[in-house]
């Protein structure tokens, strides 16, 4: 479990990291999402103990960071994929981090299998692609067999293969009862990855939810429905919480009522209906929508809206 408790991180007169609370719970991919700049990365070095949060506390499972005799064990970490000796074959890596750890040889083999690396673990890591980059940084994050694993921007140029990979990977993880979380500017690809979303910008968080709810919540633009008779339909589906608005000569849209019960009214009167479709907002919006307050640099074309 990983807890972040009223963190508050200030860089000079800059507050990147503000009042922030959430938990990431055992058995859950949580997507850690906010725009470019919102301080997601200052908090996952923060839960790492690479940085120190001005005020507040973060818990990894219950206790800071430094606190564990053998953090490598307790949390794996992805930050920055890059930072690996280009010069090193990617089992040298891998048996240098886990000889520095007391972690036997056989677990790299494994990490290695895992993460799908076998072809190429003789090979120079610099001659690595970014997705190969990738896999080798997500089972260096492996490699002490952690039951918190924490990944920044981990389908970061990866291709459609990889991220299925990874969300294969993560669910996996989960399913195990290992706490999850990565770290994205994407809603979409997190919301396929992800149970549990926690939404920051500038520091500040905006939304701590399921994946479900949002969908259900992104879900509640009313219904569009096709029928000839838009009169008599409209007359018929009125009441105190509905509103029905005239989409086209064939068309109505109705908030206040789900398509089943539309369906069924007009089915008790005979009304012909050849649309009946819930309009959905896309999560991306639902994601824009929140965080456009937040992003840190709007384009000046934008601000002139
Ligand atoms: N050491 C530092 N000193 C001063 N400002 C910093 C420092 N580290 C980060 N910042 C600032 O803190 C803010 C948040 O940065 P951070 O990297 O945590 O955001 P992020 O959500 O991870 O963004 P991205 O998606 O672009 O990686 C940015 O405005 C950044 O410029």
Do not use: C
């Not at 009223?6 to 959430?22: A, H, I, N, P, S």
């Amino acid at each position: 479990m990983i807890q972040v408790k009223e963190v508050t991180k200030r860089y000079g007169d800059k507050t990147v990291v503000d009042q922030l609370t959430f938990t990431a719970h055992p058995g859950q991919v949580t997507g850690f999402l906010g725009p470019n700049g919102a301080g997601k990365s200052t908090t996952m070095r923060m839960i790492v103990g690479l940085d120190t949060p001005t005020t507040g506390e973060v818990l990894v499972n219950g206790r800071r960071y430094a606190e564990h005799a053998a953090p490598l064990q307790e949390i794996g970490v992805l930050l920055d994929a890059k930072g690996v000796h280009p010069g090193r074959s990617a089992a040298n890596h891998l048996l240098a981090m886990a000889r520095t750890h007391g972690i036997p040889k056989k677990r790299v083999d494994e990490v290695i299998e895992l993460a799908g690396l076998t072809k190429v673990a003789g090979k120079r890591v610099g001659n690595f692609s970014l997705g190969m980059g990738q896999r080798l940084g997500i089972a260096a994050a492996l490699l002490g067999d952690p039951g918190v694993v924490m990944l920044d921007e981990p389908v970061n140029g990866l291709d459609p293969e990889g991220v299925l990979w990874v969300r294969n990977l993560l669910a996996r993880l989960a399913a195990e009862g290992r706490t999850v979380v990565l770290s994205s500017h994407l809603m979409s690809e997190t919301s396929l990855i992800a149970d549990h979303l926690v939404v920051i910008g500038r520091g500040k968080l905006l939304a701590d939810t399921s994946v479900a709810s949002l969908v259900a919540q992104a879900a509640g633009g009313g219904v569009k429905v096709g029928t000839p008779a838009t009169t008599l339909l409209g007359v018929l589906l009125a009441g105190p919480d509905v509103t029905v608005t005239p989409a086209g000569p064939e068309e109505l849209i109705v908030s206040g009522l789900d398509a089943r019960q539309i369906g069924q009214i007009a089915a008790d009167h005979g009304i012909p209906l050849f649309a009946l479709t819930p309009q959905t907002v896309s999560l991306e919006e639902a994601f824009m929508d929140l965080t456009r307050e937040a992003v840190e640099y709007t384009s000046s074309l934008e601000l002139a809206r």
